[in-house]
């Protein structure tokens, strides 16, 4: 039996940085307000011209570094990304020319915030039907261009980035389990109502934003945790005390807090990035994950639960020996 283990990891934020009170000089807001609604302080932005693949690649050759493989190595590629550089080719297509890797499958995944956790549980399936058996798994997101940075409902809560994570066929796990959900009947309470053949001509005059009823998403996203932790505890046999480390989607501390709550779980073993980085949707996860390996939190042998909700709604959670 095969498995899948993460071997590296990597993450990569633009260097601007946009603070609360830069956002009181744009739109009706207040630091306090941002900070008691949503746990954020400050995000980053990319600069005129950077790309979701320009992140993504940064992020992604700081996880073949770390892994200590070099891009030959990789046999699959998938990306997750609600903003690619591109209609097509996908952005992971995009990125493996830029690694200089020829031949092997790459494509992306649009599960939005849930999109890293969706690629994630993709990526472990190739391995273990031995498929594959060196994954380069990306979440990378150029939130700020389908902002609209005139309405202080949603452009206080978002940022940019990129995270990603080696994967490697291995004999012992890994990756204990996924769970993967869906529901398009909210398909209207969080999205951006514009596209390629519906509303296109928002997209062409610049004005495909995020459009969010939040208080609705707020209620259903804790919820919709709540029970994947079950689920996630229940599939593996396991109490809440048998998990080491949180480390959830970056939406709103509050929503944060419930989940670990739901555990059981004191604050300091959740991995917390919102107040420094917003919601980087697909990218939350695998940014947060690589902050807290690189400073030694996370060590190996213990056990994750990565879970995350998002546009769609999906939602989902992975079980990860590390
Ligand atoms: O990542 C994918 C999933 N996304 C999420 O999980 C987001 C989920 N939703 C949330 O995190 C929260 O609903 C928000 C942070 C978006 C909003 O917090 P809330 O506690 O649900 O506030 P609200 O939407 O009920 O708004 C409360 C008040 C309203 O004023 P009135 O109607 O009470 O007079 C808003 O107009 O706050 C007002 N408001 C603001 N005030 C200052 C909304 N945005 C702002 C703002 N600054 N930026």
Redesign the pocket.
Known sequence: MKYTKIIGTGGFLPEKILTNRD?EQM????DE??TE??GIKKRHIVAAGQTTCDLAEQAARRAIESAGISPGDIDLIICATTTPDRIFPSTACLLQARLDIHGIPAFDVQA??TGFVYALSIADKFIRTHAATCALVIGAETLSRIVDWNN??????FGDGAGAVILKASDAPGILSTHLHADGAYKDL?TVPAGISENPGLLQQGKAFIA???????KV?VNSLSRIVDETLEANQLQQSDIDWLVP????I??IMATAKKLKMDMDHVVVTVQDHG?T?AA?IPLALDQAVRDGRIQRDEILLLE????GFTWGSALIRY
């Open positions: 956002l739109v009706e807001t207040t307000w941002i609604r949503t939005v915030c202080r409902a949603t452009c206080v809560l969080l969010m009823q939040g208080n609705e998403v707020f996203a989607h970056q939406a709103n509050r929503i919601n949707s939350s995350a909700f998002g546009g």
